[in-house]
């Protein structure tokens, strides 16, 4: 509870900032991809609906277990055209792996066409099981996952000081871990019929937040 007190005023700050940092990546990666009901894994502040294209998105669901990051959400949300009185904004309270939860608050299974992360998966304690069970259960079939997460560096030395790191970064901010394979783990799946990842443009290649961002559609 303290790491998300700690978290939800961090964000006050760096909310905005972290945003422009991989604003031009989202830029290519979200509008022209994201369409009809999406869901927002880990929604934060609700930066990702700035990204949607309010014609081709019918439905914005945040989910996003921190309470104390709701109101924001509501306020970038209801600027965008999405809002609780309406129908067109969902916002979930429950944590990405309790996909009984997620399914019931959506009213059944295949019910979104766009299931979005952004630098989300380095913080759900079982990524790969969680996302996996969201793919399989609550993305429709043709459905397409979007994600943009800062993951494990290809550099051997690089990656040791990340997994340096990570014990004590985690502590801090509210779970994110510096070392995770996320982009490994998704193009793995093994539900995908197309499907590519991508660098950051310009991204040094000894930093300790490499990023990774990616288009999968579900077979």
Known sequence: MISRIFMA???LSFGDPTDEGG???KSNLIPTNAYGTVLDLGAGHGHTVN???RDKVSNYIALEPNALMHPEIRKIAG???FT????SLLIL???AEDISSVLTALKGPDSVDTLISILTLCSIPTPEQSLGALVRYVLKPGGTLLFYEHVLNPRDDVA??????????KIAFDGCRLDRPTHLWIERMGVWSAGDSWGKEGEDEESLF??????YVKA
């Not at 609780?84 to 129908?87: I, N, Q, T």
């Not at 040791?160 to 970064?169: E, K, L, V």
């Open 9 to 11: 005023h961090v964000w």
């Open 23 to 25: 604003k031009t990546v």
């Open 51 to 53: 990204y949607l294209d």
């Open 79 to 81: 600027a965008k055209g």
């Open 84 to 87: 609780e009185s309406d129908g």
């Open 93 to 95: 309270s429950c944590v």
């Open 160 to 169: 040791w000081w990340q997994r340096f790191w990570t014990p004590i970064w």
């Open 210 to 215: 490499w990023y990774r961002a990616g288009k």
